[in-house]
């Protein structure tokens, strides 16, 4: 265990835990449908799961292809994703072919898919977007273009947009 600073009732440096406060007791169940509810005034056939699959895919795409890294890097956060690992491997299928058939058809297919987002998705969306451009080692000019739509479309505070980069370039780095 991590040992930071003095506990606020003993002063004692040795038994500090600064992950207390996101502790929960258990694994709550993750419900895309419950999440979907609370932004019902949202219109649109992009769903939460397809949306951020979609969001993804075109930051992958940014330099003007997929590479091998960043489709690992899209699989790895897909995996980890509750709302996309909420859904069945066949489901997960569809959604993956629905968002390639959207992107292909839609020119406002990232447009569509960043307003489908809830608010409070929005930031940790941009930071997987992030994580996926930089898999490969380097930030190009179109890729730097993709993130600065992106912090507009996301409507991410321009403050926030660069902690999140720049936390992601020094772990890019190591």
């Known amino acids: 265990m991590m040992n930071i600073g003095p506990t606020p009732a003993t002063n004692d440096r040795s038994t500090v835990n600064v992950f207390q406060q996101f502790t ?3 694994k709550s169940p993750f419900d895309v449908n419950k999440l979907a509810d609370r932004f019902k005034h949202r219109q649109s056939d992009w769903s939460i799961p397809e949306a951020f699959l979609g969001i993804m895919f075109k930051a992958a795409m940014a330099d003007g292809a997929f590479d091998e890294v960043e489709i690992a890097t899209i699989q790895t ?9 909420a859904m069945s491997p066949q489901d997960l299928a569809r959604t993956n072919d629905l968002v390639n058939e959207k992107i292909k058809n839609r020119p406002d297919a990232l447009k569509e ?33 993709f993130l600065a739509e992106l912090t507009i479309l996301l409507d991410i ?7 999140v980069m720049e936390v992601l370039l020094l772990k890019a780095q190591y």
């Open 24 to 26: 929960v007791a258990e």
């Open 77 to 85: 956060v897909a995996g980890r994703s509750r709302a996309l690992t």
């Open 113 to 145: 898919a960043c307003g489908t987002l809830p608010a409070d998705m929005c930031l940790p969306v941009f930071a997987h977007c992030v994580d996926i451009i930089l898999s490969d080692g380097q930030l190009l000019q179109t890729e730097a273009q």
């Open 157 to 163: 505070e321009p403050a926030n947009a660069r902690r």
